[in-house]
T-cell receptor, first 112, second 117 residues
């Protein structure tokens, strides 16, 4: 079992819809979670991070964390074609030299 | 904003060559990382460093070495390049928090697409 798992997709949504991206993790020592967006041929770009159970909102993005279920999600409201990218979920532990464990990413396609 | 700069966007080398990939960050971050990214395999950690002259092996260190002589610079070395080292290489840096034990985000450079012929 991978430490951080994501469905590879593609997840296809129409423009204006809500895109829901999901991630599960196996290590209960993970305390912090990060969402990165990666356009094709580019490097990952940090878009959200969450440390506490519940929701965290930033503009059109909402990150959700449920530590009991070991589940992290990213909601993108009013999806735009420019949101089409691969979204990487990463988990960080309290110890371990600040290493992050990355999922393999979910590809999101937003159609006009 | 954090700036992580990788010396080359594209690089073509021949098998057996010694290859140097350079990475510089301007935010005084303690931690620096080298990853490679391949289709279907995601990001794989090669080496990381949490202080000057300190290094730790990641998940796939074989065939690679690193050097961190200055805090802002972290170099990845392919001792004798092979075709299976053709990949996208990504450098990242992060800060060690003063008081919180929570993890910090990593900030990535633009990447170097390395082809070994």
């Amino acid at each position: 079992q991978k430490e951080v798992e994501q469905n590879s997709g593609p997840l296809s949504v129409p423009e204006g819809a809500i895109a829901s991206l999901n991630c599960t993790y196996s290590d209960r020592g993970s305390q912090s979670f990060f969402w990165y967006r990666q356009y094709s041929g580019k490097s990952p770009e940090l878009i959200m991070f969450i440390y506490s159970n519940g929701d965290k909102e930033d503009g059109r993005f909402t990150a959700q964390l449920n530590k009991a279920s070991q589940y992290v999600s990213l909601l993108i409201r009013d999806s735009q074609p420019s949101d089409s990218a691969t979204y990487l979920c990463a988990g960080g532990k309290v110890t371990g030299f600040q290493k992050l464990v990355f999922g393999t990413g979910t590809r999101l396609l937003v159609s006009p | 904003d954090v700036k992580v700069t990788q010396s080359s966007r594209y690089l073509v080398k021949r098998t057996g060559e010694k290859v140097f990939l350079e990475c510089v960050q301007d935010m005084d971050h303690e931690n620096m990382f080298w990853y490679r990214q391949d289709p279907g395999l995601g990001l794989r950690l090669i080496y990381f460093s949490y202080d000057v002259k300190m290094k730790e092996k990641g998940d796939i260190p074989e065939g690679y070495s690193v050097s961190r002589e200055k805090k802002e610079r972290f170099s990845l070395i392919l001792e004798s390049a092979s075709t299976n080292q053709t990949s996208m290489y990504l450098c990242a840096s992060s800060q060690t928090p003063d008081y919180s034990s929570l993890g910090q985000p990593q900030h990535f450079g633009d990447g170097t697409r390395l082809s070994i012929l």
